[in-house]
T-cell receptor
Framework: DAKTTQPTSMDCAEGRAANLPCNHS???????VYWYRQIHSQGPQYIIH???NNETNEMASLIITEDRKSSTLILPHATLRDTAVYYC??????????????FGTGTRLQVTL | ETGVTQSPTHLIKTRGQQVTLRCSSQ?????VSWYQQALGQGPQFIFQ???????GRGNFPPRFSGLQFPNYSSELNVNALELDDSALYLC?????????????FGPGTRLTVT
């Protein structure tokens, strides 16, 4: 699976948009970009995923650059409950073998008042 | 809430002992993956079970083994516990199908080996 690079930590004021970047310059054409987050002492939570088009759901938006070498997760109105470690993961389409998630160390987002 | 449950929540064992951790997957899911998360690190893939068969394994020794049952629940067994096995153990369930899919994680079991 392609390697991802994320900043170690970021701060965001409550109510503002949180923009979390991720570099995945070695991504292959058949690899999706996934985002998960892990709130302290809980299991990781799926947020969103995409292949090449921008995606939006009730939690966040995912912007993938045209060359697919980087992406940004956007939390449009961050709240204190969004304080967590955010993981950017790339993984291939299900090929019938184990579709594991390869986690890095993620970005620790701290939302403040 | 993902519908994935794990037991026990916390566990303390002594080096050399054996431990069994349990996971109930979300309704309708047929695949369970296990991860180990050391303090301050991201989760590391241990193995995955699909329809009661091991379907891939990470870089973990054979003393880490598992089972998946007909109802798709799963167990993780670790023999000859070592101090470095102290970690949060996470299971994730998913519905194996062609194309992308999401894994839904349980709250984890915190294992401490002394």
């Amino acid at each position: 699976d392609a390697k991802t690079t994320q900043p170690t930590s970021m701060d965001c004021a409550e109510g503002r948009a949180a923009n979390l970047p991720c570099n995945h310059s070695t991504i292959s054409g058949n690899e999706y970009v996934y985002w998960y987050r892990q709130i302290h002492s809980q299991g990781p939570q799926y947020i969103i995923h995409g292949l090449k088009n921008n995606e939006t759901n009730e939690m966040a938006s995912l912007i993938i650059t045209e060359d697919r070498k980087s992406s940004t997760l956007i939390l449009p109105h961050a709240t204190l409950r969004d304080t967590a470690v955010y993981y950017c993961i790339v993984r291939p389409l299900n090929t019938g073998t184990a579709s594991k998630l390869t986690f890095g160390t993620g970005t620790r987002l701290q939302v403040t008042l | 809430e993902t519908g994935v449950t794990q037991s026990p929540t916390h566990l303390i064992k002594t080096r050399g002992q054996q431990v069994t951790l349990r996971c109930s997957s979300q309704s309708g899911h047929n695949t369970v993956s296990w991860y180990q998360q050391a303090l301050g690190q991201g989760p590391q893939f241990i193995f995955q079970y699909y329809r009661e068969e091991e379907n891939g394994r990470g870089n973990f020794p054979p003393r880490f083994s598992g089972l998946q049952f007909p109802n798709y629940s799963s167990e993780l067994n670790v023999n000859a516990l070592e101090l470095d096995d102290s970690a949060l153990y996470l299971c994730a369930s998913s519905l194996e199908s062609v194309g992308s899919y999401e894994q839904y994680f349980g709250p984890g079991t915190r294992l401490t080996v002394t």
